[in-house]
């Protein structure tokens, strides 16, 4: 997908060789998700020893695979799925995920999910545990992920409709429709489990809720939710507050920097980087900051209007105007066209070495407090930022409008001193 540098190289490469550096490549086609969620569930069936359940869509329909496991079959699919090339979400993205260990494999311009639920945050007596293993359905062509047997699939919506009350959406109608048509008996056999789950109210706001798609109360959703906590749910919610209070703890912002020659294909890449992280639940924002674009901050915006204007005022008192008029006429009575206009405040700087650097050096400031500001809008919420040009490209344009014969090495400097330092630059 892109090419990653590191920042120190980046830094150390010379302007003139900007063409030479390595090319953004195409962004290409994501693969099909039903290859990718039946050959990443292939790779896991392998890694375990005993049975896991999978969640949401099943392969190859689903986009990701969410699998519920206990706890020796949880470190058997992280040590498979690591060796495959997954890479662990940090516990410090935005938003956390407060139970779920999320793994990913980026692949051009996508990445394929692997959630993996602890069995434990249910909060069921063991023998409903094991069951809830020992009775899934095999699914075609695995042998160890399983998915819930029909009555476990009514006592898993009964546990949202407690939690989230509501209505029975449509993806979880046509599962409880899937489930009953496999098994005729399983509201009796949901029925008869729920007392070992806390869903006995639930189980009966269920069925109605199925059945007229009318949402359910609050009172008696109240009342099946106090049922739930009670039964053993309340050390699950007591870990969720204390997750909850922990997740207030301001996070490390993470900046990203793309760059590249124009045309290359710098924003192809940004945005298809931020689909991925979308896709992936990761908080992003991107960021596009040329050089010399207007500031967002109002502060930045004044200073730079400042020195604009004194350059300004400095060119016209000593009287550098900016319209150069009509030439005389030729000897053929012909007048040549008039000069373009140039304002005084660059003719000044056209013509003055110690002006140009110092308008360098105003402008390399105001891009470097630009990257700044742009990441403090985000300080402490763990969000990626990816920049759609950084200091890199903005090095190159100092001397593209400034003068190719300047190096602007301190201006550089001061761009890159200034500017966050990214997790990952790619060229």
């Known amino acids: 997908m892109l090419n990653a540098v590191t920042q120190d190289s980046i830094e150390a490469a010379p302007l003139g060789e900007a063409s030479a550096a390595p090319q953004l490549e195409a962004v290409e086609a994501p693969a099909a998700a039903e290859h990718e969620a039946v050959d990443v569930a292939r790779i896991v069936d392998?890694?375990?020893?005993?049975?896991?359940?999978?969640?949401?869509?099943?392969?190859?329909?689903?986009?990701d695979l969410d699998l519920v496991v206990r706890r020796p079959e949880r470190v058997d699919a992280a040590s498979t799925l690591a060796a495959h090339g997954f890479l662990k979400r940090g516990q410090r993205m935005s938003p956390r995920r407060r139970w779920i260990e999320q793994w990913a494999r980026f692949r051009g311009a996508s990445a394929f999910s692997v959630d993996l639920n602890p069995a434990e945050r249910w909060s069921l007596p063991t023998v409903e545990v094991e069951a809830?293993?020992?009775?899934?359905?095999?699914?075609?062509?695995?042998?160890?992920?399983?998915?819930?047997?029909?009555?476990?699939?009514?006592?898993?919506?009964?546990?949202?409709?407690?939690?989230?009350?509501?209505?029975?959406?449509?993806k979880r109608r046509r599962r409880i429709a899937g489930a009953l048509a496999e098994?005729?008996?399983?509201?009796?056999?949901?029925?008869?489990?729920?007392?070992?789950?806390?869903?006995?109210?639930?189980?009966?706001?269920?069925?109605?809720?199925?059945?007229?798609?009318?949402?359910?109360?609050?009172s008696p959703r109240a009342r099946a939710f106090a049922e739930l906590v009670s039964s053993g749910f309340g050390r699950w919610w007591a870990e969720v507050v204390a997750r909850r209070v922990r997740s207030k703890i301001p996070r490390r912002t993470r900046v990203i920097s793309i760059s590249g020659l124009d045309g290359a294909g710098k924003s192809s890449q940004a945005?298809?980087?931020?689909?991925?992280?979308?896709?992936?639940?990761?908080?992003?924002?991107?960021?596009?900051?040329?050089?010399?674009?207007?500031?967002?901050?109002?502060?930045?915006?004044?200073?730079?209007?400042?020195?604009?204007?004194?350059?300004?005022?400095?060119?016209?008192?000593?009287?550098?105007?900016?319209?150069?008029?009509?030439?005389?006429?030729?000897?053929?009575?012909?007048?040549?066209?008039?000069?373009?206009?140039?304002?005084?405040?660059?003719?000044?700087?056209?013509?003055?070495?110690?002006?140009?650097?110092?308008?360098?050096?105003?402008?390399?400031?105001?891009?470097?407090?630009?990257?700044?500001?742009?990441?403090?809008?985000?300080?402490?919420?763990?969000?990626?930022?990816?920049?759609?040009?950084?200091?890199?490209?903005?090095?190159?344009?100092?001397?593209?409008?400034?003068?190719?014969?300047?190096?602007?090495?301190?201006?550089?400097?001061?761009?890159?001193l200034i500017s966050p330092k990214p997790e990952r630059s790619f060229l």
């Open 46 to 63: 392998c890694g375990l020893r005993r049975r896991a359940l999978v969640l949401g869509s099943l392969p190859p329909e689903g986009d």
């Open 132 to 170: 809830l293993f020992d009775e899934g359905s095999p699914i075609e062509g695995m042998s160890h992920i399983v998915r819930p047997a029909p009555h476990h699939v009514l006592l898993l919506a009964a546990r949202r409709l407690a939690r989230h009350g509501g209505r029975v959406d449509s």
């Open 183 to 218: 098994d005729p008996d399983a509201w009796r056999i949901a029925h008869a489990c729920a007392p070992m789950w806390g869903l006995e109210r639930a189980m009966d706001l269920l069925e109605p809720a199925y059945s007229t798609d009318e949402p359910v109360p609050a």
């Open 271 to 416: 945005r298809a980087l931020q689909e991925t992280f979308d896709g992936l639940g990761v908080d992003v924002a991107c960021e596009w900051m040329p050089l010399g674009h207007a500031p967002r901050h109002r502060a930045i915006r004044t200073l730079r209007k400042s020195v604009e204007s004194i350059l300004h005022l400095v060119g016209r008192l000593r009287g550098k105007s900016g319209t150069r008029g009509p030439q005389a006429a030729g000897e053929d009575g012909a007048f040549a066209p008039a000069r373009r206009a140039v304002s005084p405040a660059k003719s000044l700087r056209e013509q003055s070495e110690l002006v140009t650097h110092a308008w360098a050096m105003v402008v390399a400031v105001h891009q470097g407090l630009q990257h700044r500001v742009a990441v403090l809008r985000h300080i402490g919420k763990g969000k990626v930022i990816i920049f759609d040009r950084y200091t890199l490209d903005a090095s190159s344009q100092l001397r593209y409008f400034y003068g190719s014969n300047h190096e602007f090495r301190f201006q550089k400097r001061l761009v890159r």
